[in-house]
Structures are given as structure tokens and as C-alpha cells.
């Protein structure tokens, strides 16, 4: 008998909820994190073969495009909204030098490590950089400031937490970077970089 996936959806959905409000009283003294058991669960479902759907990203790519996108602004918004310190450039201090200084020299790390350690194209290589470098807001959850007017808001934490929430914007530009150089066959050609600076970094 086939299992209906609306009915499967729900049932993903109904456990999901309730791991939420479970486990991270349960795994408080455990080095795991929701984000990383329901991975788990999702390996050892379709790895089982008992459901009788595929859900594969290349053949459900703008569904896996939207759904990827709506996972991003509430994991961002989630982050967000955690923060209770006033704006401010020196309040902010920690933040802007994780974003404008540690990330970009974590992205060129990772791609001369992909270069010249992995032997990727540069393109590649600095796809894997921006990708990697942004501090996830998700798995970093349980490191992050608790909720407003709780206290739980150290500086590392707070750091932590609110570069979190803006580095993907400020990561996306690195990722247009590494398309520009796979369309120039893996070179940066100053036409290219003039275009890159105006168009995405300076306007998108």
C-alpha cells in the first residue's frame, strides 16, 4: 500500500514540531544540536527506501530554490530577532570586523587551500570559500544570545550571533565573484572585476 506523501508531510512536520520543544532540554549536555539530528533522521529515512517518493534537488530544483530560500530568511530572521543591543558602531564593533575583516580573509584562505592544496579552478575553489566562511545561524544556535532581556547576551555570543544574521548578504557578493570567473573560464578579466564591483557588490 502506497503511503501518501501529503499525509507523510504532515506526519514530517507534526515530529519536527515536537522535536523542536523536546530536544534541546534533552541534549543540553550533549555536543549535538537539533540541526544536526534532524539531518540524521532524513539520511536514515530515504536511505531506508521506505517511502515512495524521491525528493531530488535536480528534478525539483525550483521547489528545492524556494524551499532553500524560506529555510534562509527564517534562520536569519530567527537570529535577528534574538538581538536586543541598540545600533551602533561601536556597539557593533565585534560584528563588523567578523564581517569586514575575518570573513574575507577566511574566503581567501579556503580558496588558495582549494587551489593549491585541492587542485580546484579558482571558480571553484572560491565558491567553496564563500560558502564556508559565513558563521551558519543555524548550527551555531546554541552559541548565540538567548532571548531579548534574558542576559544571556556576552559579547561573544552577541559577535557570534549577529554575524550570523547579516554575513550571508555580505558573503553573496564573493559567490557572484566565483560565477564571474567560471563565465571567464576560470580568469578575472579587469571588464569582469569592474563589472562585479559595480554591479555586485556596490548595487545587489
Given amino acids: 500500500m502506497a503511503l501518501d506523501p ?20 534533552a541534549l543540553r549536555n550533549l555536543p549535538l544540536s537539533l540541526a544536526i539530528l534532524c539531518v540524521a533522521i532524513g539520511v536514515v529515512v530515504f536511505h531506508a527506501g521506505g517511502l515512495p517518493f524521491r525528493p531530488d534537488p535536480l528534478r525539483f530544483s525550483t521547489l528545492t530554490e524556494r524551499l532553500t530560500e524560506l529555510v534562509v530568511l527564517v534562520s536569519l530572521m530567527g537570529a535577528g530577532l534574538k538581538i536586543d ?20 580573509l577566511t574566503i581567501a584562505g579556503v580558496t588558495l587551500i582549494g587551489v593549491y592544496g585541492l587542485g580546484l579552478g579558482l571558480a571553484s575553489a572560491l565558491l567553496l570559500g564563500a560558502a564556508l566562511a559565513p ?43 566565483a560565477v564571474a570567473a567560471a563565465a571567464g573560464g576560470g580568469f578575472l578579466s579587469a571588464e569582469r572585476l569592474g563589472h562585479w564591483l559595480a554591479v555586485d557588490v556596490a548595487w545587489r
Fill in 6 to 25: 501529503y499525509i507523510l508531510f504532515l506526519l514530517g512536520v507534526g515530529v519536527i514540531v515536537l522535536l523542536v520543544a523536546w530536544l534541546p532540554m
Fill in 85 to 104: 543591543r541598540r545600533l551602533g558602531w561601536k556597539a557593533w564593533s565585534s560584528s563588523w570586523r567578523l564581517i569586514a575583516i575575518t570573513m574575507p
Fill in 135 to 177: 558563521t551558519d545561524p543555524v548550527l551555531a544556535s546554541d552559541v548565540q544570545v538567548g532571548p531579548p532581556r534574558s542576559g544571556e547576551d556576552g559579547e561573544a555570543r552577541f559577535a557570534l550571533t549577529s554575524e550570523a544574521g547579516l554575513n550571508d548578504g555580505f558573503a553573496f557578493p564573493f559567490v557572484h565573484l
